[in-house]
């Protein structure tokens, strides 16, 4: 396909749907809580994408059954809602995109249910840092490597691991657009980053090995070793100057 650059108008578009994955995430952020069914979190997705004017991304994608993938503790992506109820120390990855306008907004949060482990909310503290720290190294010239090797280092550097077999990737008019973002590599490597480019970034960071096992329902993606996992995502354009992040509230 290669890499589509946005114009301004699309860009905006995209800033739309951004905004309403946003909203989305906060509600499910603040309505969250122990005993609750992860099949609830997908029926409040529903909710606020629909009122907001907009349609889920996920269901129905690639066979997708949920509006939103929901992935607790080992789970790194991809977990599909159902009975499974939320537990006090649990962390929740959520992972939601939405269309508006024909163009897509992808985003990822993870929180912890309650009174959390020192180690899970340390986890979600480097993961949250390394999307950062991988935004940071987004400019116009830079290099597709750049981000790859800012993730990594965040993370590795503070003694976690980043999953190497599930990427970031392009974003636009398609959920899925080149050029695939490892959370892994070299600065100074890959695509050069132009103006108009959207990007969806997404570190997923393990405490333990990097290494992951597809679950029967061949959908949810998990440690090898069990190891607890994070995940963050944000969609971003590229500019003259720094990101836009474009999933903010």
Request: hydrophobic share 40%; proline share 4%.
């Amino acid at each position: 396909m290669g890499i589509i650059i946005k114009s301004e108008p699309e860009i905006t578009a995209m800033r739309q749907a951004g905004k309403i994955v946003a909203t989305v995430l906060e509600a499910l952020r603040l309505q969250m809580k122990p005993g609750m069914q992860t099949e609830e979190l997908d029926v409040i997705a529903a909710r606020e994408v629909t009122r907001l004017g907009a349609k889920p991304s996920f269901k129905g994608y690639r066979g997708f059954p949920a509006n939103l993938c929901v992935s607790v503790n080992d789970e790194i992506v991809h977990g599909i809602p159902g009975g499974r109820v939320l537990r006090e120390d649990d962390i929740i990855s959520i992972d939601f995109g939405a269309i508006f306008h024909g163009f897509q907004g992808d985003a990822a949060i993870t929180v912890g249910m309650g009174h959390i482990s020192p180690e899970a909310q340390r986890l979600i503290t480097a993961t949250d840092g390394a999307l950062k720290a991988g935004i940071a190294a987004v400019r116009h010239g830079a290099r597709l490597g750049d981000i790859s090797a800012a993730i990594q280092h965040y993370a590795e550097e503070r003694g976690y691991s980043v999953v190497r077999e599930y990427t970031g990737h392009g974003i636009g008019r398609a959920m899925h657009e080149d050029p695939l973002i490892p959370n892994f590599g070299l600065p100074g490597e890959g695509p050069v980053l132009k103006k108009g480019m959207a990007l969806a970034i997404e570190p997923m960071v393990n405490i333990g090995d990097w290494r992951t096992t597809l679950s029967d329902n061949n959908w949810t993606v998990s440690t090898s070793d069990g190891s607890l996992s994070a995940h963050f995502e944000h969609t971003i354009a590229v500019t003259n100057g720094e990101a836009e992040v474009l999933t903010a509230l």
